[in-house]
């Protein structure tokens, strides 16, 4: 295990320094390595596929003008992140929505797991859409990404215990709202 | 409802952008390239700090707030600065009229010296012209 991700890193090192020479096919590896990362991150603040890609794009644009910047691997994750997260909050202030999907729109199913209730998880994702930007970005980094505070702290430039008080709070507001919306299917019904 | 902390993990898995999304973000990244680097660059720089504006607008209201104080305290002091040195001045320019004021005085008083002297003098003398006795006058002077 370890040995695969040494040899991955020795990969990614790699494929940084040709992509620092200017090599198009190495910068190439790098967004293919990194697409699904960024994407999902911001299609899970935005709720827009089309959005979510074009900002991923813009993203990768940034990391082509910048790569000099980038030092190694794991600096050029946290750098995505970093970016990625930022881009999110102006487009989300740009667009002052809230959740607006059409059925087209709709994700692609996910291969839920054995345990996963679909319904829950859809209704997971619609609770987080109305979290105010900062925690839902929370949220997505530290169940998405599965960083701990210190790195959500650093990625998002927050202090650890602002993380760890917006971490607490922003589940309490998905616990809410998901008994909200279970009150009013049931309103709707009976 | 209840859920755990797997179920927002799955609910948040990683999703994969589909299929074409690499060699979309490279045909986009290659005309960008084409189009130059230097100008997007500083394109981007322009838009970061119109950016700081919009996305920090608590900042900005900060920013603008401690500027606003900072020119009312700096003002302040100068108007204060400024009525302190009026007033020193004013009060400079007292003391040097009391003193041209003492010093005029003082020469008054002494051309009053001076001609009282001569007059007691002028006296003397008329006095002396009005005495018959030469002897006696002689002696006096």
Redesign the interface.
């Known amino acids: 295990m370890e040995q695969t991700a040494a040899f991955e890193d020795d990969r990614l090192n790699l494929a940084l320094n040709r992509a620092l020479t200017g090599d198009?096919q190495a910068?190439?590896d790098l967004?293919?390595e990194h697409?699904?990362?960024v994407?999902?991150i911001a299609?899970?603040f935005l709720q827009d596929r089309s959005l979510?890609?074009d900002l991923?794009?813009e993203v990768?644009?940034?990391l082509?003008?910048s790569i000099d910047r980038i030092q190694s691997p794991a600096h050029l994750t946290y750098w995505l992140r970093r970016v990625t997260a930022?881009r999110c909050?102006?487009q989300g202030?740009?667009k002052h929505r809230r959740r607006e999907m059409a059925l087209e729109e709709a994700?692609?199913p996910?291969v839920?797991?054995a345990?996963?209730?679909p319904m829950?998880?859809?209704?997971?994702?619609q609770s987080?859409a109305t979290l105010p930007e900062r925690q839902r970005l929370v949220?997505?980094m530290r169940?998405?990404e599965?960083l701990g505070p210190a790195e959500i702290a650093e990625v998002l430039e927050m202090p650890v215990n602002t993380v760890k008080s917006t971490l607490h709070r922003s589940?309490a507001d998905?616990?809410k709202g998901?008994?909200r919306?279970?009150r009013e299917v049931r309103y709707a019904f009976f | 409802?209840?859920?755990s902390?797997?179920?927002?993990?799955?609910?948040?898995?990683?999703?994969?952008?589909?299929e074409g999304?690499?060699q979309?973000?490279?045909a986009?990244?290659?005309q960008?390239?084409t189009e130059g680097?230097k100008q997007?660059?500083t394109k981007?720089a322009n838009g970061k700090f119109l950016?700081w504006w919009?996305?920090r607008p608590a900042w900005a209201m900060a920013v603008v707030a401690v500027l606003l104080l900072a020119f009312g305290i700096g003002g302040y002091q100068y108007s204060e600065y400024r009525h302190a040195e009026e007033m020193r001045m004013a009060r400079v320019k007292q003391q040097q009229l009391q003193q041209e004021a003492e010093r005029a005085r003082d020469q008054a008083i002494m051309a009053l010296e001076i001609a009282r002297a001569k007059m007691n003098h002028v006296l003397r003398h008329a006095q002396l012209q009005a005495e018959p006795n030469d002897k006696i006058r002689r002696e006096r002077l």
Not at chain 1, 120 to 125: A, C, D, K, V
Not at chain 2, 5 to 18: F, N, Q, Y
């Open positions: 198009a910068f190439a967004v293919r697409q699904g990362m994407f999902s299609y899970h979510a890609e991923a794009q990768f644009l940034e082509f003008q930022n909050i102006d202030r740009k994700p692609e996910m839920a797991s345990h996963a209730d829950l998880l859809e209704r997971l994702q987080l949220v997505i169940f998405q599965g589940l998905l616990r998901l008994t919306k279970i | 409802m209840h859920f902390e797997d179920d927002l993990r799955e609910a948040l898995k990683r999703k994969d952008p589909g999304f690499t979309r973000t490279m986009r990244v290659n960008a390239g680097t997007p660059a981007k950016a919009m996305l």
